[in-house]
């Protein structure tokens, strides 16, 4: 009798991109968010990974371990000579277990739209989250190799018309019905759902757009509807959900482009338009900024001065995006990719990105990465954190006082589902369960 009461028959992720602790006080006067949050509980100081990403994010919530760890350090790949570089988006990227490895081997179906990192994953229901970067390639095509045909066609059959492109809120109307549709036909046992409207409207407005405002309205309904299809489908005394954040934003309104640097300095060779040799490159997280050395010279004494002198005259410039400065050591003490040589952290209402043409901009100028809000900063700051809520089986309700990190979330997850995660690097936050 005491294990049923502690570990739920069904466990639902929702998370809500972009979404911070902020973002609490309108929540809490919204029907569905309060009804939930009246009967949860809720840690309302959380802290992102570093750098404060959607997938290095996600992964750590799935893992219960840091980016420099489950080894998804970065949104997308370092790839120098690419526009477009690609998206770390399949499972075989991550170095570790994940919470859909372990339920798998117990027999639990499960179920993830729009989750980051999980193309090729192997999950029976599954949307991954996929980006479309070479001029062959179309969204379908691209999802179809990365999750199950199947499924995906039959989602596409009954709710296709709904989606126009990764336009929000269509995006978010598309897999919402599709995660409706699939709890009341398959009902699987562990189902994660990312949902990214907030964060789109973020970025395009700002944070505190009235956009933003509206797609949390849009979050709350939706919230509303995948609670009813869960008791339409199973003893909601079974059932356990959790509803999170993975980072928040800040508002930007200047750019700045380490890598214009890099090549007046003769570091980055260009031809043709595109980057054909590197010695050293700085590789955006948009609030911060990994720098790598070239793997052939990551030994070169004379290019680390170098580099650390050209960076450094940077950072003391006040017309400059750069904030702070981190080693390598530092920056892996901060969970991030320890293969960097530096990592930059930018001024408040700054952000960085990969080209080299121009030494900066602002957002208003920018084409096609403007972005009048973003993330990727250090998860510390004051008004920078998320939250992290469950509501259910094996849940006590009540407030989380303390600070706890994304990868307190993973294993604790896994323990109340009766899942381990082997070695991680998250704490159980034991207050929440029975």
């Known amino acids: 009798m005491e294990d049923r009461k502690k570990h739920p028959n069904r466990v639902m992720v929702i998370s809500l991109d972009a979404v911070g602790n ?204 995948l609670l009813q299809a869960l008791e339409e489908t199973g003893d909601m005394d079974r059932t356990t959900v959790f509803l999170l954040g993975d980072h928040y934003q800040k508002d930007a309104d200047r750019i700045a482009f380490v890598n214009f640097i890099f090549r007046k300095e003769g570091l980055i060779r260009v031809k043709d338009g595109k980057v054909k040799e590197w010695k050293a490159v700085a590789k955006s997280c948009d609030g911060s900024c990994y720098v790598y050395l070239h793997p052939k010279a990551r030994k070169d004494p004379a290019l680390k001065t170098q580099v650390e002198e050209i960076v450094g005259s940077l950072s003391k410039r006040e017309d400059f995006g750069i904030g702070r400065v981190f080693s390598k050591q530092e920056a892996a003490a901060l969970g991030a990719d320890p293969d960097c040589f530096l990592m930059l952290e930018a001024k408040d209402g700054w952000y960085f990105l990969d080209d080299w043409k121009q030494e900066q901009r602002p957002v208003e100028e920018e084409k096609t990465h403007k972005m009048r809000g973003t993330h990727g900063y250090l998860p510390d700051a004051d008004g920078y954190g998320t939250f992290f809520a469950a509501a259910g089986c094996g849940i006590c309700p009540g407030t989380v006082e303390r600070n706890i990190h994304l990868w307190d979330e993973g294993v604790t997850i896994a323990k109340l589902a009766g899942l381990s995660l082997g070695k991680a690097d998250g704490r159980i936050i034991r207050e929440i369960l029975l």
């Open 22 to 225: 902020r973002d609490l006080e309108l929540m809490k006067t919204l029907p569905n968010f309060c009804a939930f949050f009246e009967r949860a509980a809720l840690c309302s100081r959380v802290e992102s990974v570093y750098p404060s990403l959607t997938y290095p994010a996600h992964t750590s919530i799935l893992t219960g371990r840091k980016p420099i760890h489950h080894g998804i350090v970065n949104n997308t790949k370092l790839q120098p000579g690419r526009e477009r570089p690609d998206w770390v988006y399949q499972r075989k990227f991550i170095k570790s277990t994940t919470l859909w490895d372990e339920a798998a081997k117990k027999g639990i179906r499960t179920a993830a739209l729009l989750w980051p990192v999980a193309g090729r994953s192997k999950i029976p229901y599954c949307v991954p989250e996929v980006m479309v970067t070479r001029k062959w390639q179309t969204q379908i095509l691209v999802n179809a190799m990365n999750g199950p045909v199947r499924y995906q066609l039959e989602l596409n059959r009954r709710f296709g018309h709904l989606r126009d492109g990764i336009r929000q809120p269509a995006l978010d109307n598309f897999i919402q019905a599709s995660a409706l549709y699939t709890i009341r036909k398959y009902n699987p046992g562990l189902f994660f759902l990312h949902l990214t409207d907030v964060d789109t409207n973020r970025h395009i407005y700002g944070v505190d757009h009235p956009k933003a405002r509206e797609a949390i309205e849009r979050h709350d309904q939706r919230l509303c509807e």
